[in-house]
T-cell receptor, first 115, second 114 residues
Framework: AQTVTQSQPEMSVQEAETVTLSCTYDTSENNYYLFWYKQPPSRQMILVIRQEAYKQQNATENRFSVNFQKAAKSFSLKISDSQLGDTAMYFCAFMKSGSARQLTFGSGTQLTVLP | NAGVTQTPKFQVLKTGQSMTLQCAQDMNHEYMSWYRQDPGMGLRLIHYSVGAGITDQGEVPNGYNVSRSTTEDFPLRLLSAAPSQTSVYFC?????????????FGEGSRLTVL
C-alpha cells in the first residue's frame, strides 16, 4: 500500500512571494504518477500539476512547478508570484500506473496568501 | 457542460437511516469513484468503477454499497447510517486517454449523521 505524507498542515505567504509545499510518499512501485490538487473554499477539487515518475524533468504549469526527487520519494510544489486566488487547501496525491484511477491523497496543506 | 453532478449537496440523517448519494457525469468517462473527506485525513477512496457493471472496493468500503448500471451514473448507498459516516463525499470521473490521473470531481455532498 502507498502512503502520502504532507507534514505542513498550514502555511502562509505574502502576495507576490514564492512558497514551497512539501510532500513525501512511500511506495514499492516503480511506475506511478504524482499530483497536486487544489481545493479552494468552494470545495471544488482542481488538478494543479501532474508528474510521471518515469520522467526526470520536473513538471511546470505557469506559476506552479514541482521538485520531484524519485530516490528520496519527495514531491514538493513551488508556487511563484503567489496570488490571493491561490488561497486553498493543497493535496498531494499518488496513483500507481494502471490502477484504474485510484488515488491516494495526503492530509493536505492549507495555504493562505496574505495581501 | 454539467461535468460531474452530485445530489444532494447537504443531508442530515439519523443513525440507522438509509440514503443514496447520486452521482452523474455527462462526459462518457469510463472510470468513476467515490471519496470521503475528513478533517486531517485528506480524501480516502470508498469504491470505484472501471465501467458499467464493474465495481470494486477502495480503502474504506465498509458501510457503503455501489452499483454501475450505466456509464453515466454511480450512486453511493448508505444502508444504515452511522455517526462515523459524517463526512464530505466526492464523486469523481476520468477517462482512458485523458491526462492520466486527472479526475473530474463533483462539488461534494456534506452528510451529517446524528
Amino acid at each position: 500500500a502507498q502512503t502520502v505524507t504532507q507534514s505542513q498542515p498550514e502555511m502562509s505567504v505574502q502576495e507576490a512571494e514564492t512558497v514551497t509545499l512539501s510532500c513525501t510518499y512511500d511506495t514499492s512501485e516503480n511506475n506511478y504518477y504524482l499530483f497536486w490538487y487544489k481545493q479552494p473554499p468552494s470545495r471544488q477539487m482542481i488538478l494543479v500539476i501532474r508528474q510521471e515518475a518515469y520522467k526526470q524533468q520536473n513538471a511546470t504549469e505557469n506559476r506552479f512547478s514541482v521538485n520531484f526527487q524519485k530516490a528520496a520519494k519527495s514531491f514538493s510544489l513551488k508556487i511563484s508570484d503567489s496570488q490571493l486566488g491561490d488561497t486553498a487547501m493543497y493535496f498531494c496525491a499518488f496513483m500507481k500506473s494502471g490502477s484504474a484511477r485510484q488515488l491516494t491523497f495526503g492530509s493536505g496543506t492549507q495555504l493562505t496568501v496574505l495581501p | 457542460n454539467a461535468g460531474v453532478t452530485q445530489t444532494p449537496k447537504f443531508q442530515v440523517l439519523k443513525t440507522g437511516q438509509s440514503m443514496t448519494l447520486q452521482c452523474a457525469q455527462d462526459m462518457n468517462h469510463e472510470y468513476m469513484s467515490w471519496y470521503r473527506q475528513d478533517p486531517g485525513m485528506g480524501l480516502r477512496l470508498i469504491h470505484y468503477s472501471v465501467g458499467a457493471g464493474i465495481t470494486d472496493q477502495g480503502e474504506v468500503p465498509n458501510g457503503y454499497n455501489v452499483s454501475r448500471s450505466t456509464t453515466e451514473d454511480f450512486p453511493l448507498r448508505l444502508l444504515s447510517a452511522a455517526p462515523s459516516q459524517t463526512s464530505v463525499y466526492f464523486c469523481a470521473s476520468s477517462m482512458e486517454g485523458a491526462r492520466t490521473g486527472e479526475l473530474f470531481f463533483g462539488e461534494g455532498s456534506r452528510l451529517t449523521v446524528l
